[in-house]
């Protein structure tokens, strides 16, 4: 919406209930951007007023990273860890941000000088998250008693901030979960082919899985897995005899 259906939604809110949701909508700037180390992020407002004297980025609440006086040609950029990889869109006041690592990850906070003498400001969440390597499961234990099957499955993917989850053939394991430990009981009415772990941020997962074999044993790889692997190996071999 732009400012001038801002302002007609604002005189009819009381008649119209859906303009009033609009406006609402526009002004929730409290879901933090989630975004993936490495990445070019733009730290957008689509409501920002058009006349104002003067615009300013902050990386945290003293910190800046750029301010534009509208009167001069460019914005000042400041000496910050930012200087080489932001940029300012004069037309709309985005900030564009290059190659963003963990560390970047803070509450942005835009400041709006109006031609009022008012300040208008918001403040834009953003994390940013490496990708998640690809876990490694440990087994820990695997006992068979009375025709059950004890298993005890550590899963840890050399990152901090994730979460572990662990699958079977019928979807997701909820069973006693702690950490990435996977801690069940198998009867062979309930064993699944495999277990995998999951290990996942909000932007992205990796896995790792390990196969079973009844009554209680546990493989690295499936057994469809080694076929191909055997022909792999023995192809070029064999291959390899004849034109001797
Ligand atoms: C399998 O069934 C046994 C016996 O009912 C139960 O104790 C165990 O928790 C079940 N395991 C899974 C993974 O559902
Ligand atoms: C496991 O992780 C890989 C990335 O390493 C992904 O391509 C694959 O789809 C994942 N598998 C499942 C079942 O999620």
């Given at each position: 919406m732009d400012s001038e259906g801002l302002k007609w939604c604002l005189a009819l809110q009381l008649l119209l209930p859906h303009c009033f949701l609009e406006t609402r909508i526009q002004g929730q700037l409290a879901d933090a951007k989630l975004v993936l180390s490495g990445s070019s992020v733009s730290l957008q407002l689509s409501n920002l007023t058009k006349n104002y004297l003067r615009l300013t980025?902050?990386?945290t609440t003293n910190?800046?990273?750029?301010?534009?006086?509208?009167n001069r040609?460019?914005?000042n950029y400041f000496n910050t860890k930012f200087k080489d990889r932001v940029t300012l869109d004069l037309q709309n006041g985005t900030l564009h941000i290059y190659d963003v690592q963990?560390?970047?990850s803070s509450t942005y906070i835009l400041k709006v000088m109006l031609m009022t003498g008012f300040e208008e400001e918001w403040s834009i969440p953003l994390r940013v998250f490496d990708p998640v390597p690809k876990p490694d499961i440990t087994i820990e234990k695997t006992q068979e008693m009375n025709n059950r099957c004890y298993l005890i499955l550590f899963c840890t993917a050399r990152i901090q901030?994730?979460?572990?989850?662990?699958?079977?053939?019928?979807?997701?394991?909820?069973?006693?979960?702690?950490?990435?430990?996977?801690?069940?009981?198998?009867?062979?009415?309930?064993?699944?082919?495999?277990?995998r772990c999951e290990?996942?941020?909000?932007?992205?997962?990796n896995n790792d899985t390990v196969y079973f074999i009844p009554p209680c044993k546990l493989a690295r790889s499936s057994g469809v897995g080694w076929i191909p692997m055997w022909l792999m190996v023995m192809v070029p071999t064999i291959l390899g005899l004849l034109l001797i």
């Open positions: 980025w902050f990386y910190q800046k990273i750029l301010e534009w006086e509208t040609p460019t914005p963990e560390e970047d901030s994730v979460n572990y989850t662990w699958y079977g053939d019928s979807g997701p394991i909820s069973e006693r979960l702690q950490g990435g430990v996977l801690n069940i009981t198998v009867i062979p009415q309930n064993s699944s082919k495999f277990y290990a996942s941020n909000p932007v992205s997962q």
